[in-house]
């Protein structure tokens, strides 16, 4: 989509540290990142957010969570992992493409929020 961020990542008019593609998603690290890993996976496929994620078929929405698990053994996350999806303005989503933030390689905050 025109004017999308994470579009213009997916198709490397923006550049971008890829760690995985494949043919319906794309992963990559943050450019702030929360933990000491913390990658963003996306379906390459244009879709605002998980409101807006029945825009998407279901092949693409299966590959984004088996990409997040390739990512967390591709980036050594044996002890564990957390996957956040931020949608719309109470979650603070900046970026309105369909992401799912990995984030490990330390001790998580037992908190959600
Ligand atoms: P969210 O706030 O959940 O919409 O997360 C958006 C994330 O996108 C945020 O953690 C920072 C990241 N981000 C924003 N712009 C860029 C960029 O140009 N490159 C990369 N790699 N990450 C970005």
Known sequence: MENCLFC???EGTI???CVYQDE???AFRDINPAAPTHVLVVPKTHCSGLSAVDELDDATLAACLRTVKKVA???GLTGGFRMVSNCGAHACQSVPHLHFHVL???Q???KMV
């Open 104 to 106: 490990g390689g330390e």
């Open 108 to 110: 998580l905050s037992e």
């Open 15 to 17: 550049p971008s540290a």
């Open 24 to 26: 319906k998603t794309y």
């Open 8 to 10: 213009k990542i997916i």
């Open 73 to 75: 053994e591709q980036e």
